[in-house]
């Protein structure tokens, strides 16, 4: 008999992240690096959330900068453009009209409202469903967004028929935690420096040595990994075995001290964070490049959107143009 040939199943994944400040550790070995890893079975998609920046008080000047060192900072970390679809929030229209078209016709501030959602969570509803997405990676953080797309594409989907793909907030791993050094159980008040404990992808050798040796440990000197009773030791361990590719509670038998876990600890950091750096550096240097990844990233993202829109447009009776 011949053999039978199974096609390869793909999923769309959407990531998106804001340009409010860096990127941390944890977003790298959470989800893109998982998107990198996935990329026989993964349509990754991955949007610099421009327009989610200007929910807030903002600078213009700094909100450019900021969108540009975060294009750059994502592509260092090896996502490829071509195989991805890489781009700028702003650059495709048919988030605004989408965000409008829903505004109008689906209940979408009432949906909003059934969460815990902030208020930009609507318009993070509107770009999951522009991209028919089948999954988003989401920490419990990151959950109402979806839930509030989930909702919104059930209900146009009963009332003007199949249009929308319902999409799955799936765990995002490391992502669905803060990793916070100095405060992992995430209980403490965080009025000090809210960086202080945190990783970002371009902290230098000396503050990521600065930022471990200062963590939260716990009140005995075994390294063992339990995350309920010794969370600050389990979150150091969660990070070793993360950048290593390796199991925590099969990590923490290497160690007979804090002081050992801690100088492991710093080693992978900077080991995982040394090439993202060095392709950061050249790849924000040249401009031109840049530019050219936004406007294709943006002209394939819009050609997907442009689909998805004039779906919603018939559905609801309106010319598609």
Known sequence: MPATVTATQVVRRLSGFA????????????????????????DTVIMVADLHAMTLEHDPTRLRRLTDELLATILATGVDPVTSVVYAQSDVPAHAELHYLLECVCGYNEAAG???????????????????????PAGAGQRPPVEVARDVANRFNTRYGRTFVVPQAVSAGLATRRLDLTDPTGRLDRSTDPGAGLIFLLDGPDVVRRKVNQAVTDADATVLYDPYRKPGVSNLL??????????????????????????????????????IQHSYARLLADRAYLAEVRRAGADRAGDRAAITVQRARAAIGLTTG
């Open 238 to 275: 969660d990070i070793l075995a993360a950048c290593e590719r390796d199991q925590p509670d099969i990590a923490a038998l290497r160690f007979t001290s804090y002081a050992e876990l801690k100088e492991a600890v710093t080693d992978t950091i900077v080991d995982t964070l040394r090439p």
């Open 19 to 42: 340009p409010t400040g860096r990127l941390q550790l944890v977003h790298h070995l959470g989800a893109i690096r998982p998107a990198l890893e996935d990329r026989a079975t993964v």
């Open 114 to 136: 059934q969460t815990s959602a902030r208020p930009e969570a609507a318009l993070m509803a509107a770009d999951i469903l522009l991209h028919d997405a089948d999954e988003v």
